[in-house]
DNA sequence: GTGAAAGCGCTAACAG
DNA sequence: CTGTTAGCGCTTTCAC
């Protein structure tokens, strides 16, 4: 035996499936009289129906289920920032009843944006976290590619392009000019900063952003300051040695621009035997999480990520449910962790 | 417009929409002339078609979807043993063409599993990854539950009913054998047990590995030496003062049950100032990952979860597609991490 | 070879 | 108020 459908509780109760299915779905309908809906409910209960949901689905033209897409390498599991992410993310969703569909990469890099897409028809819409994979260029295809196949979507984290889209993330810019403020505050004149690749957007904002805090202080922050590591460890070692050769012209602190980079700086320190902030301040952004874990503890500003989770996905039901949605760019305000590092 | 359909592409070729669907399914069939092979092919293209999966599934009764259960008060994504499994099952299903649909829980604690049952008709099958939160009695009626709503599954992680279902796990047994005869041959006598909760089968198996490894030795694990922190800190510190009241009678090793006793017993360690070996040899039992971050590096056996994932997943996916699958109990083998520690 | 018809399980609109 | 009808978009038989 299968599992029973409606016209199984229909044909014993007598009646067309088409009750059946009012009664069990608008719980106090007036539709169908008492008696036949009692007896309708007890059927139910004694075969022991319950609904197909693919059904149900293919008809009301929604599945409340959110699809997840994570361009990043390594599994996605493993990295502390998607972890946060969707963590706030499932908060949202199961106070809202909806679920989460977690795409496996499909192997093949080039079409794999095209067929999850096909395969998006699972789901009523797409969170996208963007990582340092993403250039912006294929970020701006994927969402024309998006629109035109009017998916619903939101983007979590590093998009700076020009398109209006639903879009969490934090205020670099801002997070690099307090950096410098607070550096610039601590007496610093001689800084640098750690970044990863030279494109990444969130580097160019940051970078802008510690300019913008130094504009009326006479400090500088030379390219000849600007670390480009493309996160590989020797070259942030490269980068460094280059920095610490001098005694005289050394930086007296470098402002870091995510967990990877500053694990690689706090191996630099650790190896070159140095100490924090005597030798070097250090002051980070990233993870709460992640830095909150770090010994010594660095002087940081954490970006929110499980509450960027949390609205992306709260914007983009609310787009799902809400036709006369605006699409909005969201920027979290960063948190102050004083450390032990500047 | 609305999303293209078979239809729209049969009207335009001039052909019915089963001639369609089977050019766009069968790649090279012989059904359909050449012709209107590539006329069909060409409107589809043009149309910019993508299937309704939805539609397919509901069709064909199978959605290429796993269902994930993980009975977690925390967010589960911060769950390092979680994630580690995740990211194997992950590895399995990009492999084999599933994704992964990861339930949201509802809130409800009661219903949850028969909701979600019901939810999974969404997927051709469940993954359950047990966590201690998860009661034999209760693992034992959601096996039966399953069976009767024939839904395959597979369980990861601490189960040891009697009920004969697809399980992946890690032979505790042999774990707290082999952390016997470990500590006995570095010449410990003395030696103790932290565990979590007393219920808890996993508990039950590491003792009695133990104490057949002892068995033969004259070194006993009496009661006493068995201390249940129930997962909370302040109760494992008074554990741990109990036994190092007495300078005379103190254990000189600790066998540790999971990653997070051992945090308690590394937050004991540095608070009352002890030495590890030398004041008291540590050895743990817990995920490769976790331990490798620990400083001092602790003598550990290493549970292989990543694989665990994915070995489920593959179990699972055998379920599925292969009818005459038969149910197995696997228990992977651990690994010896030697640390600094013992 | 080809196309038409039946049906997956459900719901919404429509007559009675 | 009640029940019947017509699809949702797809696939697989089955006749031609």
Redesign the pocket.
Known sequence: M??P???DIAKRAG?????V?IV??HNET????LA?RQLILKIAKELGYT??VL??A???RRTRLLGLMVPLRDPIFFNQFIAQALSGIQSTLSSRGYNLLVYSPSGRPGRATRDQILESKFTDGLIFINTRLCAPREISQTIHELDEAKIKFVMINSYYGRELIDYVGVDDFAIGEAAGFHLLARGHKSIAFLSGSQHLPTNLQLVQGMRRAFSDSGVELPESRIGYTEYQQPTAFMVLDRWFASKRDRPTAVFVGDDQLLNHLYDYVEARNLKSPSDIAILARGNAGFISMLRPQPTAFAIPTFQMGEVAAARLIDSIENPSHRRTRILLPFQFMPGQTT
């Open positions: 299968s599992a459908k409606l016209s009646v067309s499936a088409a009750a299915s069990l779905n007036k539709r169908v009289g036949k609904q197909n059904a149900k293919l008809v009301e």
